[in-house]
């Protein structure tokens, strides 16, 4: 009923750029925060930046002066601008939103929606 698209992963060398996008389809009515997260082989998914309906946002450490992110809200769309990447941002990128659709029935809220997740590879 809901789906939240990912696209713009690939490889990319160090130092390079990538921008992600994830979009939010089916019986919307609305979408509250929207965010990225990764996780790297062996490791935990972790969080990589937030933003509110509002445009209020929130950034892991390891990424804050090289990763924007933005929304468009009309679109139901959340971009990252990935700037000076490492090899340490290798990862599978996931697209996470908060959001109130419509079943058929009546209206629900999920507030942890996952996309299928898109890999970004960083390396010479």
């Known amino acids: 009923q809901v789906q939240l698209v990912e696209s713009g992963g690939g490889l990319v060398q160090p130092g390079g750029s990538l921008t992600l996008s994830c979009a939010a389809s089916?019986?919307?009515?609305?979408?509250?925060?929207m965010g990225w997260y990764r996780q790297a082989p062996g490791k935990q998914r972790e969080l990589v930046a937030t933003?509110?309906?509002?445009?209020?946002?929130n950034y892991a450490d390891s990424v804050k002066g090289r990763f924007t992110i933005s929304r468009d809200n009309a679109k139901n769309t959340v971009y990252l601008q990935m700037n000076s990447l490492k090899p340490e941002d290798t990862a599978i990128y996931y697209c996470?939103?908060?959001?109130?659709?419509?079943?058929?029935?009546?209206?629900?809220?999920?507030?942890?929606?996952w996309g299928q997740g898109t890999q970004v590879t960083v390396s010479s």
């Open positions: 933003i509110t309906s509002g445009g209020v946002t």
């Open positions: 089916g019986r919307i009515f609305s979408v509250y925060t």
């Open positions: 996470n939103a908060d959001l109130t659709y419509h079943t058929g029935i009546r209206y629900s809220r999920d507030n942890d929606h």
